[in-house]
């Protein structure tokens, strides 16, 4: 492709295998340093200062200074959303990685992708929105919006849609869950909706990793408000 964005030199950053690490260790949406990035990728701290140069330069990462330490964080919510669907492209082609031990069946079950909701509760929350009609496809709102329904839904469980509504960021967009292979709701709903249940205490995040644990009564809470039959 002659003329248009350079995809290829995109998916050069995200395709070497020391990278894609950093990248999936960063869509816990927390900002870690370079030496917590090494170890994630596994390799030296050299070599993670040299790749963390060609991501930043790409536009993928972005820094700040505290003190003495660097912290890196995703670019933004886009680049969350790309490495996303990517992870959902390999599964479904099978080009999987195994990881052994207890953790396999968490991430699956809720975890965080940037900042919002991933997983299989996740997925039943976006399937309830859809097929309730609280969710339409829009050409102009970035392919989802909120029914005049779904505005009124979601302010009676305390999600203020007037900041939402004033924030340049999409307010509802779908992310392909790479785990259930369906669609997730990301963008600023999806923020907002994390941080509500968060704070309601229905779930808790892991200190470090992408791992959200659902409370007994979360479980129960989130199922009530989001029914699928």
Known sequence: MKDGPDIARIGALMGDPAR??????????????????????GITGQT???????????????????????????????????LEAVMGL????????????????????ARVCYDHLAGD???????????RGFLAVSTDKGGLALTADGEGFVSDIGIDLGALTASRRPMCRACLDWSERRNHLAGGLGAALLTRFTESGWLRRE?????????????????KLFPVA
């Open 20 to 41: 894609a690490n950093i990248l999936s260790a960063l869509l816990s949406g927390k900002a870690l340093t370079a030496t917590e990035l090494a170890t994630e990728a």
């Open 48 to 82: 993670a200062s040299s790749h963390l140069k060609k991501l930043m330069e790409g536009g993928l990462l972005t820094q700040a200074k505290q003190g003495r330490h660097r912290y890196f964080t995703l670019a933004g919510p886009e680049v969350g959303a790309v």
């Open 90 to 109: 390999a599964a479904r082609k099978g080009h999987l990685r195994t990881r052994t031990g207890p953790r396999d069946p968490q991430m699956r079950a």
């Open 121 to 131: 509760m996740a997925v039943r929350i976006f399937d309830s929105l859809q097929k």
């Open 207 to 223: 200190p470090a990793g992408r791992i959200v644990h659902i409370s007994p009564k979360g479980e129960a809470e989130l199922k």
